[in-house]
Structures are given as C-alpha cells and as structure tokens.
C-alpha cells in the first residue's frame, strides 16, 4: 500500500531468523477495559486520521483499530469474515452486485447510531474527495452505492470484481459518522468518529493515545484498557533506548539488524524482552524498464535472472529478515507459485547468463546502473543493490554500477523512463493475488516499466477479477507468473517477515503480525 502509487514507507525491522520466538505465550487471564494499558514504539508515522486521505501503514493501523468495516480479516486469516455486517454476499452470479446488512445496534463512539447512511457517506465522500494520498484509487470498479432501508447497503459495480470484499475488510472500508465529517473535504483537525474497538482520545507529532470504545459492538475482544502509540520517526536508536529503558512495552517497525542482533546476544534473561517473528506478504523486486536500450533485452534481463544470488542477499544484507522469493504472488497466499526458482533456478548459474547474452549477440561486458532509493523500501535497500552489482560484476559478464536518489526523484525519473533497472517494494492492501498482480500488470500499472502482454490485461486479469471462488483462480494466476517469469518485466528478490520486541510480561503479540497486515491492538495484554 502507499499513496496513490501503492508503494509503501516502510521500514523493514530487522532481525535474526535465527532463535527467533514465535511468539509472547497465549496466557490466559482477565480481558477487557480491566487490563493495563499497552505502550507500543513504532519508526512509522501516522500520516492521516480521516479515512478518505490516508493510504499508509501507519494511518491504517490507526483506520483498523478505530473505525469498523463491514468485514474484517480475523487473526491469521486472508478470507474476509462479517465484522459491522451482520452477512455480505455477491447477489448476482457476475460479482458485480455486492450486498451487505448491518448488524443491530451498531453505534459511534460519539453515541450516534451506525447505519446504512453512514456506510454510503463513506464511500461516496472518499471516491468524491479522491485524495491524491487516499485510497480512492482501490475501487475504480464502484459504479454506486444504495441504501434500500437502514441496515441494507447494496454496492453495484462497473465491472465483476471478486476482490471487492478484500477491498472493504481493509482500511480502505473504514466507516465514519456522517454527522461527524464533510462531505467535500477532509477533517484536519487530528480527531476521530469511528465505531471500532478503541477510541482516539489524542493525537499529536509525538503520540497517539487510544482508549477502548464502550459502544464498540463487533468480533473484537479487547484484553486491555488502551494504547498509547508513540512515535520515533525513523530515530532507530532512541527507540531501542526507550525499549530497554520500559519505556515502550512493545518496539514494532524500525529496530536496525544490528540492535536486533545485540538484543537477541544479551538473551532475555539480561534483556527482559523477546523477539517475535510473523508472517508477512511485502515484497521487493527489481523492476526492467522494457523500453530501455539494454534493459529491454531479453537476454540481459535473463542473465540477470541467472546469476542473481538471493541467498547470499538474505545472509549477508538483510540478516535473515526476509526469505528468498521465486513468484510474484508471495508465498501465504492464493496462488503462489515458484515460476522464477523452476525457470532460472536458486543456484547462480554463469554458464547460462553468459548464453543468453550470447543469444542477443552480446560478447562485452554489459554496461548497467542499477537504481536506488535510500530508504522507501527499507534501510537495507542501497546495501542490496550493491551487493546485486557485485554478483553481477563478480561473473565477468557485467559492469555495473549503483546510483541512489532521494524518492520524490526517484518517481519522477521512472515516470519518465530514465532508468532501466531499478528497485520496488510492496505490501499488499489486501490478501489476495489480484493485489500483487493488476497493479503490476493490469490497465495503467503502477510499475512504470512499459510492459504489456495482453493475454495477462485482456483475459488473464479480468477472469481471475470476476471469480468468487478464489480457489478456482490458482491456474490462471499461475499462467500469469510463468508468463511474467518468462517475459521478465521483473524480477522477484525477496519476500518480508514481519518483527517486534516485546517485554516479556506483555502476550498477544503474535496475533497481530500475519499477513493480512492488520495490527490488532485488541489482542495486547499485559500479564
């Protein structure tokens, strides 16, 4: 997720994969409003409080646990579950009538009653905004929103789009209080009228402070009486000071490898705090600009593919942080399958990146710059594609180099194609294949690589789109990657875990890190 491009600020926390917990213990006890409260650090900020403007991790952790959507992802699950909708379903056999009825009684934190008004509010205010850093950019495929009576919202779209329940359990579906928001503009007043489980009580540069929500009436159930987020600002020492100090019960997003590394050395006996490791669906890859005058050759983007060592990138750059990744479709989710390990194998091959040179009637080393950006897509990013220039250097067969440049450069130069390598990474807004891949390839793909197949745009995107079974789905999303494997537009690097520090007398940790990307400050608990 991000902005209006869809990639996202986020700093990878890094760890050891080594020795890691899998988790703080499940331990039983009071819940509810009479546990303690939970004080979290995180390097991220929140960029937005009003749903309609933000489309970053932090302002969706802040959407997820403030304001509810009809469906919602229940821990460690990618399937969409009823959360302000009592039931939700497709009414018409072409996914393009999508009909929800709301649960009894549902109420905002204000008092005010939650009803079908309100749902059709939210949607049409944040599609009618269309904020360039708001998530209107995700339902492109919504044509209208009805309202047959006060628990009915009925949601008729332009084109089938079987994702549109991922769409709306996501932070993109938060619902507001119409009485409570403009319609024309967005609340910049750092405030919050929502319906989920907490309450935002303040919110400023340093901190944002939740309480729970006593109208709050959905599958939540919250084992403490508030968060207190504090922010750090990408200041990766002070928030391991504040950690070590008990300032913070909980360090999530941010800590370098390197204080991971001490902290796991000092044992938690000395410590006093664990290291939790979760799933996660972000992604990175290189991107080939398909109309470059050497990037735009099949057999030096095969040579790259051949002799590209993800192993030793994960060992030596990132720590074991992340896993090697071989599809577009990350693995954890539907239709993932590994078209890059079967097409150009694990194992860096000379012999055959030299042969696809050849097959170009290329002889002489191959002149290339790869493209950075310092740290949109993680700390480690320039490190990584130095260590990716030495491979390639190390094989003879190319001279490369490494150029990084601030971000707001970055965008503009891919814009206007002059690069032709260059990196990006990803979140998902949702768990589903069809986030990893119309956005990449779809009509007006985000990549900015000028790559086009048309059977992946005209038959392959648009089937997958319209099938409610998203298990039927696995074939073509598979064609689609070994297409994309083929043709190599781009090329897969690795796939993130997701860490936090936590103290040890703090539990629930390990329901919040999977790949739904949901942060669920309902499930912390101090013991």
Not at 148 to 159: A, G, I, S, Y
Not at 351 to 362: C, N, P
Not at 433 to 460: C, H, M, Q, S, W
Request: aromatic content about 10%; glycine content about 10%.
């Amino acid at each position: 997720m991000n902005m209006r491009t869809h990639w996202p600020v986020l700093p990878l926390v890094a760890g050891l994969a080594s020795g890691l917990l899998t988790g703080c213990g499940t331990e039983s006890g009071e819940s509810g409003a009479d546990g303690n409260s939970v004080v979290v650090g995180m390097s991220d900020d929140v960029l937005a409080t009003d749903p309609a403007s933000g489309y970053d991790p932090g302002s969706w952790l802040l959407f997820n646990n403030v304001f509810q959507s009809l469906l919602s992802f229940p821990k460690g699950a990618t399937e969409p579950q009823p959360e302000a909708a009592e039931e939700c379903s497709f009414s018409d056999a072409g996914a393009t009538v999508y009909k929800c009825t709301l649960k009894a009684g549902l109420k905002f934190s204000n008092g005010d009653e939650l009803t079908a008004a309100d749902v059709k509010f939210s949607f049409d205010r944040m599609l009618k905004i269309d904020d360039p850093d708001g998530p209107a950019v995700m339902f492109s495929t919504l044509d209208k929103v009805e309202t047959p009576d006060e628990r009915t919202v009925v949601f008729r779209l332009n084109t089938p789009d079987a994702t549109f329940p991922s769409k709306i359990a996501s932070g993109a579906g938060s619902i507001v209080d119409e009485d409570a928001y403009d319609a024309d503009g967005l609340r910049e007043d750092g405030e919050a009228v929502g319906s989920g489980p907490y309450k935002l009580d303040a919110f400023n540069d340093d901190e944002a402070v939740f309480t729970v929500n006593e109208n709050y009436k959905g599958t939540a159930e919250v084992e403490n009486s508030g968060v207190t987020l504090k922010f750090f600002r990408g200041d990766q020492q002070r928030l391991k000071r504040a950690l070590l100090a008990d300032d913070v019960d909980i360090a999530y997003r941010g800590l370098s490898a390197g204080d991971i590394a001490d902290i796991e050395k000092a044992g938690t006996d000395s410590s006093g705090v664990e290291i939790v490791e979760g799933s996660s669906a972000e992604v990175q890859h290189l991107v080939f600009n398909m109309d470059d005058p050497v990037a735009g050759q099949l057999g030096v983007r095969k040579a790259i593919a051949y002799l590209l060592d993800r192993d030793a990138l994960i060992r030596d750059v990132h720590e074991g942080t992340a896993t090697p990744l071989y599809s577009i479709i990350p693995a954890g989710i539907g239709g993932h399958n590994t078209a890059f390990f079967d097409t150009y194998g694990a194992r860096p091959s000379r012999a055959k990146a030299a042969a696809a040179l050849q097959s170009e009637g290329i002889t002489g080393k191959v002149r290339l710059t790869l493209w950075s950006t310092p740290s949109r897509y993680g700390p480690a990013t320039d490190q990584q594609l130095k260590a990716i220039a030495k491979q390639l250097n190390d094989s003879g067969l190319f001279q490369a180099d490494v150029r990084s440049v601030a971000f707001d450069q970055y965008e503009k130069d891919i814009a206007k194609g002059r690069y032709g390598v260059y990196v990006k990474g990803w979140v998902p807004d949702y768990p589903d294949a069809d986030n990893f891949t119309a956005p990449f390839f779809g009509k007006g793909n985000v990549l900015g690589n000028n790559y086009e197949n048309r059977r992946i745009t005209n038959t392959l995107i648009p089937s997958t789109a319209a099938e409610s079974d998203r298990a039927a789905t696995d074939d073509a999303f598979g064609q689609l990657q070994d297409i994309v494997a083929e043709e190599l537009p781009i090329l897969p690097v690795w796939q993130g875990k997701q860490y936090a520090v936590v103290h040890e007398n703090v539990y629930g940790l390990e329901y919040c890190l999977d790949a739904s990307t949901v942060f669920r400050f309902w499930e912390l608990k101090k013991g």
